[in-house]
């Protein structure tokens, strides 16, 4: 049977997990190797696309003719649809009003894209044959005009089912005027969610949420946002803002998006911004709950549970022991910029659990049901705030973390770069796999680090289990450059609960730092299940494959790949998506 991907990371929860690939096994793969099979090329713009592609099998095209169907949503604000089997391009779709915002430093530091147009990645509905995605432009390119928009479109033809709509909202404050969703200052790059969300009579209706950072993450006027759309009217119903009392709290979340359950929550980690646990939600896990409109009554979306690790502002405001706000860690930075936000969450629906790690590299294991709503009194006695986790906090890029306590009582000791002056940041957010050889799992690669592989149980216990040899970036400077931007982007394939089929998929730039400039990337394929061990009884990660030189291509920085029906898509910064599978005996 086909698969189809349809969303980031192949579902709602964000597992990055494909568990229906009968083609690409350890023993296939292994054995024949891979082999790049075409390119699908972009224009428009030079580095091509941030979105990651998604896969429809079996669609009818307009003239009868039917093809599997990879979807492209590039920066130069046009919809790509390819045969996802030949390579053939069956049709662009321009869609913006206006023109993508010109790349200037106002929008990233580093001028790695030409444009700033489709960002985040679009979502399928199949049942309708709908794409949809936010783009942003404006009439004259600048900034300061920049409008986002949402679109309808048909997979089959590229035509739009709607007229865009334009993306406005407000959050109502007590005694306040409401803040106002201002679109040229928001950055757009979490991927979008679809899911069905239940009504006050608990009927489901399909609605479409977008989450923001911001252009200047910390700028006084900067927020995070969540907005949902409903898709029968194709409106904007409801929204939130993480921090409207101040300033910052962006979700942007390495570009994965906001995770879902079944009964209208959303969850998502925010960014570098103020907290103060009762309006303003920065560097915390938020748990938000979506009621659709009904009758007459307006939809609702309200936070409804949440967890913070610390604050960024040390000062009186939230009386963490009485530091100042530029007190600096061990990196010598500003305590400004901890980003719990840099990844995002993950559900592990079996055990009733939420997951995510940021730039501190530290994995925090959350009560679905009961994240635990931090308090001042809890971050000023920090092991009472750790206590409301599900299990202990772990160093889960860099284990075991250089002797230092992932849960200390001075949290300025965080994001640190301790003794090998590296950072090992998380970006995206790791991969979960419930498979047949050693129960769920999960994957991870940060920063200036090697794959590692965890399980865990249903109390959220996580046991480290084996490492890989290979060390993104390794040959990227230390504290000067930042240093290894952005360690491993993942994804998992899977048949089913055959064992000894899994696969973790990982892209990472080879040497450089991605975060600054377009460097080399390699894409390498790992056996999911089956390690080697050394003789101290260490276990290692079994390299099956990798892209190796005769495979050259610019790293795509937030981007996994994508297995789906024997092939794996690449994304790349080279205008172009390329596209594997196996190199037949």
């Known amino acids: 049977m086909k698969v189809a991907v349809l969303t980031r ?12 690939e009968t083609v690409l096994t350890p023993a296939q793969v292994s054995q024949h190797g891979m082999k790049k099979l075409f390119s699908l090329q972009l224009s428009g713009d030079a580095v091509g696309i941030e979105a990651q592609p998604l896969i429809v099998p079996d669609v009818t095209m307009a003239d009868g003719s039917v093809h599997d169907v990879v979807y492209l949503a590039s920066m130069a604000n046009t919809v790509w649809a390819f045969d996802a089997n030949s390579g053939a391009q069956l049709w662009p779709r321009p869609i913006s009003l206006g023109t993508p915002i010109a790349g200037n430093k106002k929008l990233d530091l580093y001028q790695i894209n030409d444009h700033w147009g489709i960002l985040s990645t679009p979502v399928i509905d199949l049942d309708t044959k709908t794409m949809y995605v936010v783009n942003w432009s404006s009439p004259d390119g600048s900034v300061a005009n920049a409008v986002h928009r949402l679109h309808a479109i048909d997979i089959v033809t590229g035509a739009a089912r709607h007229p865009p709509l334009d993306i406005q909202g407000s959050f109502p404050q007590v005694g306040r005027p409401p803040v106002t969703f201002h679109s040229p200052g928001q950055k757009q790059r979490a991927a979008l969610l679809l899911t069905r969300a239940p009504d006050v009579n608990g009927r489901f209706r399909k609605t479409l949420f977008m989450a923001c950072g911001s252009v200047q993450e910390t700028g006084i006027n900067s927020h995070g946002w969540v907005l949902a759309f409903d898709l029968d009217s194709f409106s904007t119903t409801a929204a939130w803002c993480s921090t409207p009392a101040d300033h910052g709290g962006g979700i942007w979340q390495g570009a994965q998006g906001p995770a879902a359950d079944d009964q209208g929550n959303i969850y998502a980690m925010t960014g570098n911004g103020n907290w103060d646990g009762q309006s303003d939600f920065s560097e915390s896990f938020v748990k938000l709950h979506y009621a659709a409109p009904q009758g007459g009554q307006p939809a609702g979306l309200a936070i409804t549970d949440w967890w913070t690790p610390f604050t960024e502002k040390s000062d009186a405001k939230t ?11 061990n990196r010598g930075y500003d305590w400004g910029d901890q980003d719990l936000g840099s990844g995002g969450p993950v559900v592990i629906q079996k055990f009733g659990l939420v997951v995510g790690a940021g730039k501190d590299g530290i994995l925090y294991v959350l009560d679905q049901n009961k994240f635990g709503k931090t308090a001042l009194a809890d971050l000023l006695n920090p092991a009472q705030n750790y206590s409301k986790l599900k299990s202990p906090p772990i ?25 090998d002056n590296k950072t090992h940041h998380l970006h995206g957010s790791p991969v979960f796999w419930d498979g047949p050889d050693h129960g769920p799992m999960l994957f991870c690669w940060g920063e200036n680090e090697s794959l590692r592989a965890w399980s865990v149980n249903n109390s959220g216990k996580l046991t480290y289990v084996a490492i890989g040899h290979e060390v993104a970036s390794k040959g990227a400077a230390g504290p000067q450059g930042h240093g290894g931007m952005p360690g491993g982007m993942l994804c998992l394939s899977a048949n089913g609960n055959q064992a000894g089929t899994g696969i973790v998929w990982a892209l990472a730039p080879l040497n450089g730092d991605a975060n600054s400039q377009r460097v080399q990337g390699i894409l390498r394929a790992y056996d999911a ?6 003789a101290q009884g260490n276990k290692f990660l079994r390299l099956l494959w990798s892209s190796g030189p005769q495979n050259t291509f610019k790293h795509n920085k937030f981007n996994p790949p994508v297995v789906a029906n024997g092939k794996v898509y690449v994304p790349t910064y080279d205008d172009r998506v390329d596209v594997y599978g196996l190199n037949a005996p």
């Open 319 to 329: 009386g963490l022991n009485g530091r100042k706000h530029n007190q600096t860690n």
């Open 395 to 419: 160093f889960f890029t860099y284990f075991p973390g250089f002797a230092v306590n992932p849960a200390p009582q001075d949290p300025t000791n965080l994001n640190a770069y301790f003794v």
């Open 9 to 20: 990371s192949y579902d709602n929860a964000r597992t990055g997990s494909n568990t229906q």
């Open 529 to 534: 299940a089956n390690y080697d061990t050394d």
